[in-house]
């Protein structure tokens, strides 16, 4: 990996940049260009961006669960590919959760489908990085809510974080 990476909070400049890196990320869902500048600027503070030699390669959307503000939740994880394997998402997340003004963050949450293996890695890494817990329930089931259109999204729940 590059010396020139940096991991920085996401301006509002950043949107289409960060627009364009989740599109080249399947199976990623898109959002449209104005929800990534939303997420740039209003959650900004719980986001983070990976930057080497000017170009944006890498980027977590995340912000704080309104019932439970000292959990974050973790929207999605992009990793473009010449920023792939070498460790970027897991570096991305601790860098918000260490972040000044994060110090209050008791647990981390995200959704992933039962499949996918990668994120589930990801995730396990950190929460075992953490010596932290992993429990996974059902967030948004297959039929129930999806109406059989998209697998089901786990709930998985990392804590305590410090």
């Not at 869902?29 to 080497?52: G, I, P, R, W």
């Not at 981390?108 to 396990?124: C, G, K």
């Amino acid at each position: 990996m590059s010396d020139s990476l940096q991991l920085r909070k996401p301006r509002k400049e950043d949107g289409m940049a960060v627009h364009r890196l989740i599109a080249n990320c399947p199976p990623l869902d898109t959002n449209s260009a104005y929800c990534n500048l939303l997420q740039c600027s209003h959650f900004a503070d719980t986001s983070v961006v990976a930057e080497m030699e000017g170009e944006v390669v890498g980027f977590i959307s995340g912000y704080r669960v309104p019932e439970a503000p000292t959990t974050l939740f973790i929207w999605q994880v992009a990793v473009g590919e010449k920023a792939r394997g070498h460790g970027l998402a897991g570096r991305m997340l601790a860098a918000i959760c260490d972040r000044e003004g994060n110090g209050d963050l008791n647990a981390m949450q995200t959704t992933v489908t039962p499949d996918n293996e990668a994120s589930w890695a990801l995730f396990e890494g950190f929460a075992r990085r953490r010596g932290a817990t992993l429990e996974r329930t059902v967030m948004f089931d297959r039929e129930a809510h999806f109406q059989g259109s998209h697998d089901s999204e786990m709930l998985a729940t990392i804590g305590p974080l410090r």
